[in-house]
């Protein structure tokens, strides 16, 4: 999500400070970005000349003291809460006093991670959707003390990078992963229980309800991790049974059968691009 984020940014203008712990790996992001240039290249839908720039706007460091100058700073590390939290309050100490400092979380509270600041105003949500450069939408979450005017900058910053932002209130999941992690909970207790193979499951709600991948295929996509931990904060905010993570799901992160990420999950990914 990250080099996504910041492939639409350099691609819309903007300098950009690509911060990640290891060198390698942002040299890593830094490649992915240029192939996806290459291939807008070839597609025919930006110029030769239009990608140099772009790319000549990344830099990246390991340090978020990188920061020092950013009017915006959007973080898209794992999805934990301690984690997140502890890189805000060092967002906090190395950003200026007025740069806004937004959280792609999918599903944790941006006022419990805007808690770790001494700025929660200038906190917000910025969920983007997977793949960024691709995805039109960016869900735009309103802490307990996030302000007008940071809603008001997110939306505009949103818009410039071609997106279409909306907006939803901090409860777990917002309002995209309430909806869809759920459904695709409920896919995979279908297929632990016996109700249908995984081929009949994604058929169905590809055939029938016209979606582009079905919800097991999605999950591998996704991440079934990721997925499992969405599934905690949601059952953990609302302590409501009905989003208790089903324990096939559960038992294949143990196992480490993670989807896409790790070769293997609903699907066989051992042969993607990539791997």
Do not use: W
Not at 42 to 58: L, N, Q
Not at 80 to 96: I, T
Not at 225 to 244: A, K, Q, S, T, W
């Amino acid at each position: 999500m990250g080099h996504g984020i910041a492939h639409v940014a350099a691609r819309s203008g903007y300098r950009v400070v690509l911060v990640d712990l290891d060198e390698r790996l942002l040299t890593g992001a830094v490649e992915t970005v240029g192939a996806e240039m290459q291939r807008a290249v070839e597609k025919g839908k930006m110029t030769a000349g239009d990608r140099e720039d772009s790319m000549g706007r990344i830099r990246t460091s390991t340090d978020v003291a990188a920061l020092s100058e950013a009017t915006f700073a959007i973080e898209a590390v794992v999805e934990r809460v301690d984690v997140k939290r502890d890189l805000f309050a060092r967002l906090d100490r190395a950003c200026p006093r007025e740069t806004i400092l937004a959280t792609n979380t999918s599903s944790i509270s941006i006022t419990r991670i805007a808690a770790a600041t001494g700025r929660p105003g200038n906190v917000i949500g910025m969920h983007f959707m997977n793949p960024v450069p691709v995805m039109e939408l960016v869900e735009v979450i309103r802490g307990h003390l996030t302000s007008d005017a940071t809603i008001e900058a997110t939306n505009a910053l949103a818009v410039a990078l071609g997106k279409k932002p909306i907006e939803a209130q901090d409860y777990p999941g917002f309002i995209s992963n309430r909806v869809l992690m759920p459904m695709i909970n409920e896919a995979i207790t279908a297929l632990m229980e016996g109700v249908a193979t995984r081929d009949a499951i994604d058929g169905i709600m590809k055939l029938g309800m016209r979606h582009p991948m079905g919800p097991l295929e999605l999950a591998d996509f996704i991440g079934l991790d990721v997925c499992l931990n969405i599934m905690e904060v949601l059952h953990d905010g609302f302590r409501d049974p009905r989003y208790r993570p089903c324990p096939l799901l559960r038992r294949m992160v143990d196992a480490g059968l993670l989807g896409r990420k790790s070769g293997r999950g609903f699907y066989d990914h051992s042969s993607a691009p990539g791997r």
